[in-house]
């Protein structure tokens, strides 16, 4: 059966370093999602995207992040400068269609020191 | 804003005992519901979606109920088992999820 798959899947990084977090959805599907778990809270929502483009986005999600399909299977999330609350599980999530469930990825745990 | 609770946070049972988790939402205008299965340090696992359309779903030893106008899901595991023990999430759908803070649940053998 086909699954989204996340790498790498621990992340251990620098304060200050970029960082960038990769998904391969699963081939067909159109709508791509990252959401985050910081340890002990809730699954956050951080961003869609449809078309190329961000169709919607939270208040997490400022300028110092930003998503990207550099081609037909990738996926991925940066984040340009990392702060120590940026230390979290991220995943990521696909679908097919509009109304369809999504299907989510195992995750990477981002470490920031 | 929608907001999502589950009650209890945590829970034990001993073994083969029949239980209800409870998820509860403010604002009724969803498309759908989701109950994810979470081990931990790991991903999300789907354990049932339930349309807006529906009132329940089915599947194995859990059966999963949506009443929208009270802004309630209730997740029933029948005869528990050990290896049931996980963090149990529910989630609103409409343009995103809108996730519980989960219900950690531990079956003791």
């Known amino acids: ?113 | 804003k929608q907001e999502v609770t589950q009650i209890p946070a945590a829970l034990s049972v001993p073994e083969g005992e029949n239980l209800v988790l409870n998820c509860s939402f403010t604002d009724s205008a969803i498309y759908n519901l989701q109950w994810f299965r979470q081990d931990p340090g790991k991903g999300l696992t789907s354990l049932l979606l339930i349309q807006s359309s529906q009132r329940e779903q089915t599947s194995g030893r859990l059966n999963a109920s949506l009443d929208k106008s009270s802004g309630r899901s209730t997740l029933y595991i029948a005869a528990s088992q050990p290896g049931d023990s996980a963090t149990y999430l529910c989630a609103v759908i409409r343009n995103q999820f809108y996730f519980g803070t989960g219900t950690s649940l531990t079956v003791i053998p």
């Open chain 1, 1 to 113: 059966e086909p699954e989204v798959t996340q790498t790498p899947s621990h992340q251990v990084t620098q304060m200050g370093q970029e960082v960038i977090l990769r998904c391969v959805p699963i081939s067909n599907h159109l709508y791509f999602y990252w959401y985050r778990q910081i340890l002990g809270q809730k699954v956050e929502f951080l961003v869609s995207f449809y078309n190329n483009e961000i169709s919607e986005k939270s208040e997490i999600f400022d300028d110092q992040f930003s998503v990207e399909r550099p081609d037909g299977s990738n996926f991925t999330l940066k984040i340009r400068s990392t702060k120590l609350e940026d230390s979290a599980m991220y995943f990521c999530a696909s679908k097919p269609g509009s109304i369809d469930t999504q299907y989510f990825g195992p995750g990477t745990r981002l470490t920031v020191l």
